[in-house]
C-alpha cells in the first residue's frame, strides 16, 4: 500500500502535484483556524465562528486531493489538466480566504448585506463557488468517458463524483432558501429548514463521497477478493451512501434536527451506514489473506498503462 502511494506521487503530473501542495496549504489552514478556535470564545455554531473558515479549510483540502488523484486515472493533458487545477485553485482559494477574511474581521460571511462591502464580499463567494463546481462537473465527465482503472476503482471514482455532483445540488438548494430566508430577517448559521432541519448534513455527506467511495475501492485492490466481488461492496456501499444522503434530505427538509430523526430517516440511514460500514468490514477482512498473484500496481497507479483498464 505505502508503495503504491508513492507510485501515485512519482507518476503524478506537474498539475496533480500542484493540486497536492494546496491540499497542504488547506490544512495548514484548518489547522490555525483549529488553534484560534480552541483558544478563542467564540461559539462553535453561529454566524460568526471559526467553524466555516476551518471546515471549508478541511474540505477544500480533501477535495484537492481527491482530484489530483483522479487525474492519475485520466489521460495525461497538460492543458486541460492545468486550466482545471489553476481554476479549482483560485476558487477554493479565494472562497475559503473570503470566509477567512469574514470571521476575522467578526462579521458574517454567508448572506451577509449589512454593508455594500459585506454583500459585495458574498455575490464574490457564489461567483468562485461556481467555479469549484465547474471543475467537479468537468472531471465526472471526463471519468465517465475516459477514466482508466479497474473496474471496481473505476466504479468507485465514478459513483463517488456523480454524489458529490448530488451535493452540490444540494448546496444549491442551501442557498436558495438562505436567500428566502434573508428577504425576511437575518440568516441562522447554518442555515434551518423548518423547526430545525439541517441541509448541510447530506451536503457534507455527498461531498465527501469522493473520498469515502474511492478509499474503499483502493483498498479492495489489496484483497483478496476478485474483481467481480470487489464491484459488488463498492456498488453496495455506494448504494448505502446514497441512501444515507437521501434520508439526511428527507429529514432535513421535514425540518427535523440532524440528532432528532423520525423512525422513517433513522431506518434508512442506519441500513445505509451498515451497507458502508459492511463493505469495509469485509474489504479489511480481505487484506488479512493478501492474493497471490499480488495488487495490480501498474493498473493502479498509472491510469494511462497498457495495463489500465477502461470503464
Known amino acids: 500500500m505505502w508503495e503504491s502511494l508513492r507510485e501515485f506521487w512519482r507518476d503524478a503530473a506537474p498539475y496533480q502535484r500542484f493540486l497536492y501542495w494546496l491540499a497542504v496549504a488547506f490544512l495548514i489552514s484548518a489547522a490555525l483556524h483549529g488553534v484560534v478556535f480552541l483558544l478563542g470564545d467564540r461559539a462553535w455554531e453561529g454566524p460568526i465562528s471559526w467553524r466555516k473558515p476551518l471546515l471549508f479549510s478541511f474540505s477544500f483540502a480533501a477535495v484537492s486531493a481527491s482530484v489530483a488523484w483522479v487525474m492519475t486515472f485520466l489521460p495525461k493533458r497538460p492543458w486541460p489538466g492545468w486550466a482545471m487545477a489553476v481554476i479549482f485553485a483560485v476558487a477554493s482559494v479565494g472562497e475559503t480566504a473570503l470566509i477567512a477574511m469574514q470571521a476575522w474581521r467578526g462579521t458574517a460571511s454567508h448572506f451577509n448585506d449589512r454593508t455594500p462591502f459585506d454583500e459585495s464580499v458574498f455575490i464574490a463567494m457564489g461567483f468562485l463557488i461556481v467555479g469549484v463546481a465547474v471543475v467537479i462537473v468537468v472531471l465526472a465527465t471526463w471519468s465517465f468517458v475516459s477514466l482508466r482503472a479497474p473496474t ?30 434573508r428577504e425576511t430577517g437575518p440568516v441562522s448559521s447554518p442555515v434551518v429548514f423548518g423547526d430545525a432541519g439541517v441541509m448541510n448534513v447530506p451536503h457534507a455527506l455527498a461531498i465527501h463521497a469522493l473520498q469515502v467511495l474511492p478509499v474503499l475501492g483502493w483498498l ?12 459488488r461492496l463498492v456498488v453496495c456501499a455506494a448504494a448505502g451512501y446514497a441512501l444515507m444522503i437521501g434520508a439526511s434530505v428527507a429529514q432535513a427538509a421535514a425540518g427535523r434536527a440532524p440528532l432528532d430523526p423520525t423512525i422513517g430517516h433513522a431506518l434508512p440511514l442506519m441500513a445505509g451506514a451498515t451497507l458502508v460500514a459492511g463493505a469495509y468490514l469485509v474489504a479489511l477482512r480481505g487484506l488479512t489473506r493478501r492474493r497471490v498473484e499480488g495488487y495490480g500496481g501498474d493498473a493502479i497507479s498509472t491510469g494511462n498503462s497498457a495495463e489500465g483498464t477502461r470503464t
Open 152 to 181: 471496481s476503482l473505476a466504479w468507485a471514482i465514478k459513483l463517488g463524483l456523480g454524489l458529490v455532483v448530488a451535493g452540490l445540488a444540494i448546496g444549491g438548494i442551501i442557498l436558495g432558501e438562505g436567500l428566502r430566508q
Open 220 to 231: 479492495l485492490l489489496f484483497s483478496r477478493w476478485d474483481q467481480r466481488r470487489r464491484t
